[in-house]
C-alpha cells in the first residue's frame, strides 16, 4: 500500500461548482497534510495545509480530515477555470525534518 | 522576497556522464530539500540539507548525492548518467517547518 494514494482523474467540474479532492493516507500517526497545485509545466504551488487537531479553510477552498477513515479532502467552491491543474496531496514522512512524501496528484479540469 | 532559484532550468545529457544542479533557497531559509518527478513516479523525496547537514535521505542510489554551503545554497550531482534519471529536478526550501516548503522552477534533465 502506499503511504499516499490519490485518484488520478481527471475529475471534470463545471465553472462555479465544487470540486472535491480526495487522498488517502496509510500511516494513523500523520500529524499534519498539505496541499499543492501543480499547473502543467510548472513546479507545485503550496495551497494550503492542515493539522491533525481540525479542518480550515481559506478562501475558496477548504482541506477536511477524517482521521477515523484516514482521508484528507480538499474543497475547493466556485471553481474557475484558472483552478485546472493538478493537486497534489503530501505527508510528512516519518522521522522529522522536512521531508515530505506526495500523491500521484488528481487532474482538476474545470468546463466553462 | 525572491523566490528559489534553480539552475540550469533545462539540461541534456548522454548516458554515464555526471550533472551538478544548484539551487538557492529563499533569503533566511535553512533547509533545502531536493525532490525528482517522473510522470510514472511522480515526486519522489532524494534528500534534505541544513545547517550544511544532510538530515533525511530518500530511497535513491549513492549516484545521487548533494551538497549545502554555508548561505544555505545547496547543490545536488548525479554520476553515471542512466535514461531513467530523466525527471524534473525539484528543490524546496523552508525556514525549517514542512509545511512552508517553497518549490523552485526546476531543472528539467533528458539524458540521451
Known amino acids: 500500500q502506499k503511504e499516499v494514494e490519490q485518484n488520478s482523474g481527471p475529475l471534470s467540474v463545471p465553472e462555479g461548482a465544487i470540486a472535491s479532492l480526495n487522498c488517502t493516507y496509510s500511516?494513523?500517526?500523520?500529524?499534519?497534510f498539505f496541499w499543492y497545485r501543480q499547473y502543467s509545466g510548472k513546479s507545485p504551488e503550496l495551497i494550503m495545509f492542515?493539522?491533525?487537531?481540525g479542518d480550515k479553510e481559506d478562501g475558496r477552498f477548504t482541506a477536511q480530515l477524517n482521521k477515523a477513515s484516514q482521508y484528507v479532502s480538499l474543497l475547493i467552491r466556485d471553481s474557475q477555470p484558472s483552478d485546472s491543474a493538478t493537486y497534489l496531496c503530501?505527508?510528512?514522512?516519518?522521522?522529522?525534518?522536512?521531508?515530505?512524501?506526495f500523491g500521484t496528484g488528481t487532474q482538476l479540469k474545470v468546463e466553462l | 522576497k525572491a523566490g528559489v532559484t534553480q539552475t540550469p532550468r533545462y539540461l541534456i545529457k548522454t548516458r554515464g556522464q555526471q550533472v551538478t544542479l544548484s539551487c538557492s533557497p529563499i533569503?533566511?531559509?535553512?533547509?533545502v530539500s531536493w525532490y525528482q518527478q517522473t510522470p510514472g513516479q511522480g515526486l519522489q523525496f532524494l534528500f534534505e540539507?541544513?545547517?550544511?547537514?544532510?538530515?533525511n535521505k530518500g530511497n535513491f542510489p549513492g549516484r545521487f548525492s548533494g551538497r549545502q554551503f554555508s548561505n544555505s545554497r545547496s547543490e545536488m550531482n548525479v554520476s553515471t548518467l542512466e535514461l531513467g534519471d530523466s525527471a524534473l529536478y525539484l528543490c524546496?526550501?523552508?525556514?525549517?517547518?514542512?509545511?512552508?516548503?517553497?518549490f523552485g522552477p526546476g531543472t528539467r534533465l533528458l539524458v540521451l
Open positions: 524546496a526550501s523552508s525556514p525549517n517547518l514542512p509545511e512552508t516548503q517553497y
Open positions: 500511516d494513523r500517526g500523520s500529524q499534519s
Open positions: 492542515i493539522y491533525s487537531n
Open positions: 503530501a505527508v510528512p514522512l516519518t522521522g522529522g525534518g522536512n521531508k515530505l512524501t
Open positions: 533569503s533566511g531559509h535553512r533547509s
Open positions: 540539507y541544513f545547517s550544511e547537514t544532510q538530515r
